[in-house]
Structures are given as structure tokens and as C-alpha cells.
């Protein structure tokens, strides 16, 4: 009659004592790299994918529209600073600006400055490819 054998809980945690146990935990380590790999290859090829996207939609706007855009967007960027400049003169009057509200201040110009340089790559990026 065959016994029956049992493996202690922490079986998988033990000191590697076999070849086999050294080729095994080999494997799923290059399984593990291979996977992480491929995760951030198929990312990167989202992104690329997205970006490429963006690119094309600004390539087929006119000339006119695009310069538009930009105008709209010094526009904006202007009108932001003007009305956070206002803001803070009035918080200065009446004595009550202070860091937090500064910081404040240039968080939301850094936020606006952030998107208009991202769409601006994407714009200046269009424009290159039109001229090739």
C-alpha cells in the first residue's frame, strides 16, 4: 500500500536545495522580467498610438484654424495671469494674501502652462509635418 506524504506549509520559502529548485525559481524570474517587459512595451505602444492620434487631428486643421488656436491660447494663458494678478492685488489691499494663496496662484499657471506646452508640442509637431 503506497503512504502518503505531506509538504510543510512554508515548502516554497525553503533554502534552494535541488537543481530543479534552482531552474525552477530561474524560470519564473525570466517569466516575471518577460512579462514586465511586454507590459511596458504594449504601454509605450499605447502611447505612441495616442500621440500619434493627437498629431494627426492637429495635421488637419488649416493654416488659419491653427493660427487661430494659438491665438486663443496666448489669449487664454494672458487672461488666467490677468485675472489671478487681479486676485492677488485685491488680497494685498486688504491685507489678507499670503502663501497659501500664492501657491495657489502658481499652481494654477504651472497647470495652464503645463497644457498649453503639451498642446503646443502636438501643434508645432502638425505644423512640422505639413512642411515636410
Known sequence: ??????????????????????ERIKREHAAARAAQAASKKKAASKARKADSWIT???????????????????FGVVGVSGFLGYRAWGLYERSRLDWKHVGVGFGVLAAVGAVEAVLGRYLYRSKEEDSS
Do not use: K, W, Y
Open 56 to 74: 494627426r487631428q492637429f495635421s488637419q486643421l488649416s493654416d488659419g484654424s491653427v493660427t487661430a488656436i494659438a491665438i486663443a491660447n496666448v
Open 1 to 22: 500500500m503506497p503512504s502518503v506524504h505531506t509538504v510543510r506549509s512554508d515548502f516554497l520559502e525553503q533554502d534552494i536545495q535541488t537543481e530543479t529548485q534552482a
